[in-house]
Every structure is written in C-alpha cells, then in structure tokens.
C-alpha cells in the first residue's frame, strides 16, 4: 500500500472525518509484522536524517493535530523519539502566552521552525488558531477566516525556502476518546494526564469536525499536505506516520556534501606523519 498517497488529502478535498473508519489498518497487517517494520523505517529515518543534518541545505517540518487524547504524545516519542536529538526540535503549542497573544498567530510558530538541516515537531500548531479559537469564538470570524490563507502564504514561505512540511490529523473515534480518557482516570501512571479540559471540550465535538474538516480543504497544498490517519490502533497509526516521513525523505533526495577540504591533502601532510609519530611513540 502507498500510504503517502492513501491517506494523503488531496488539494481541495474535504474529507468526510464522520465516515472515515478510525479502526483501518490493511486486513492481513498483524501487529507483529508491523512493530518490525516500524523498527526497519525508524533505522532508516535515523540514517536519512543522519544526511539531512550533514548536508544542512533543507529542513523538515511535521505538524500533529488531533483531538484530546489522540495520540500526539505517543506519536512524538516512537516516531520521533528514535532520532538524534541533537538534529530535532519538538515544539508543543499551548495556549498562547501574554507575549505570544501580543503578536500575530504565527510569530511564536515561526521562531520555531527547523533551521536547516533540522526536524522539526509541531505538537499543536499554528491550526489551533483555526480550531480552539473559531470554535470558541476566541476572535471575530473575519479574524479566523482569514488565517486560513495567511497560513498557506506562510507555508509556501517554509516550503520555498527548503522545508519539506508534513501534517498530520490523528483520527479516534468518539468511543476511543471515552476508553482513552477512563484509561487516564484509572491507570495510576497516567492520571496526571486527564484534565478538565478533556471532558469539557467533548460536546464540542461536532464543530470540531466541522473546524478540522474546512482547514483540510483550504490548507492540504501539494507543498503542504494533510493527512488524515487512522489512530485507534497505535501501532498502525506508528507504522503509517513512520511510512509517510521516511518516504518524504526518500524524496528529498538528500546526500552527504563534499568534503570541504582536499582529502588527498590531508592525508599526506597530516595523517601519515600523525601515524609516523605514534609508531615512534609506542
Ligand atoms: P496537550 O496538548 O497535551 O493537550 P494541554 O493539556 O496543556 O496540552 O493543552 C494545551 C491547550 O492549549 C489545548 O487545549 C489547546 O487547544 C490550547 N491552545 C493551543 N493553542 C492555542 C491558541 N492559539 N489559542 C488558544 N488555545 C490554544
């Protein structure tokens, strides 16, 4: 399956969020066979970004969206987790600070894109100024109706100048949502996780759709694509994020640089009468 273009939204396509089946995976994928696929992608992901910092020309941008209890946590530490943090940056977005909310939505965004050569994680993102904020009419409709196309020109900005963006929509279910938050009640480890937020943003769940589904049709670019996935199943929604990365930067066509220097060169005037030297040493 070519899950880039399986679960890819096509530019001006508005996916029906009500009928995609949460719970998909291939019928003869077994868990088993995924788990040591994804170890495969994530040895592969770890070389490519290997080349990616070395050739420190263009940079990666992913973006997770999902409602509460989607999986953007989980997601971040076994896709990304593997990577080399010294070439990664996550990023999560809360609700925005005094300094933040004194500027324009995308400002705290921006400061934090991949410079080159990097990865970079959106947790939340700058579409939460299209998603919390329109659903709880934090501003003016005019307002938010507008980002949608200030959120295009900014990705093309990114795009243009050698980031290759990735964004993701985790897709539950309403009664994945409920098991996943009885979890965070009744598991001891994972109390500290359940809020009142959660709870209260449920009822809104309709509108968010509504909000998701508007902002797939305006901002999935061919620079810039969404995708919806399938994310009941962590593992399959692990595999499909893991696939859809490591080909997008199969497609980079990344490569080491040359070397800045004459290796040749330093090879005579250095290395061998570094060498000579420690045979005379020992
Ligand atoms: P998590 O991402 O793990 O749910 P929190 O529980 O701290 O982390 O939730 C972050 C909250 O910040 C979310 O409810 C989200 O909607 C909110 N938020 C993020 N960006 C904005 C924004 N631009 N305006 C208002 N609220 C925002």
Not at 178 to 193: A, G, S, T, V, Y
Request: charged share 30%; glycine share 2%; proline share 5%.
């Amino acid at each position: 399956m070519d899950y880039y273009e399986e679960f890819r939204v096509q530019p001006g396509v508005r996916p029906d969020l009500d009928v995609v089946n949460a719970n998909f995976k291939p019928e003869d994928l077994r868990k088993k066979k995924a788990k040591s696929r994804l170890e495969e992608l994530l040895l592969r992901m770890q070389e490519l970004q290997n080349i990616l910092y070395a050739e420190n020309r263009r940079s990666m941008l992913v973006v997770l969206q999902g409602r509460d209890a989607a999986g953007k946590d989980g997601t971040i530490r076994h896709v990304f987790g593997p990577l080399n943090p010294q070439g990664v940056r996550v990023r999560s977005f809360k609700v925005p600070s005094k300094l933040e909310a004194s500027h324009d939505f995308l400002w705290r965004c921006h400061q934090a894109t991949p410079a080159r050569g990097e990865i970079a994680v959106f947790n939340r993102s700058h579409y939460e100024d299209v998603l919390v904020v329109r659903v709880h009419q934090l501003v003016e409709e005019w307002v938010w109706r507008r980002r949608y196309e200030h959120i295009n020109n900014f990705e093309k900005l990114l795009a243009d100048s050698g980031t290759t963006i990735l964004k993701f929509y985790l897709h539950i279910d309403r009664e994945e949502q409920l098991q996943r938050f009885r979890d965070r009640l009744m598991i001891p480890e994972k109390n500290w996780k359940i809020s009142d937020a959660d709870y209260s943003e449920r009822p809104y769940w309709d509108e968010y759709t509504e909000a998701f589904q508007d902002l797939f049709e305006k901002c999935s670019t061919e620079d810039a694509p969404w995708f919806v996935i399938p994310a009941n199943r962590k593992w399959f929604r692990n595999l499909v994020i893991a696939e859809i990365v490591v080909q997008a930067m199969e497609k980079m066509q990344l490569s080491y640089p040359a070397p800045s220097v004459d290796l040749e060169e330093i090879r005579k005037k250095y290395h061998e009468a570094a060498r000579v030297e420690e045979t005379q040493r020992s």
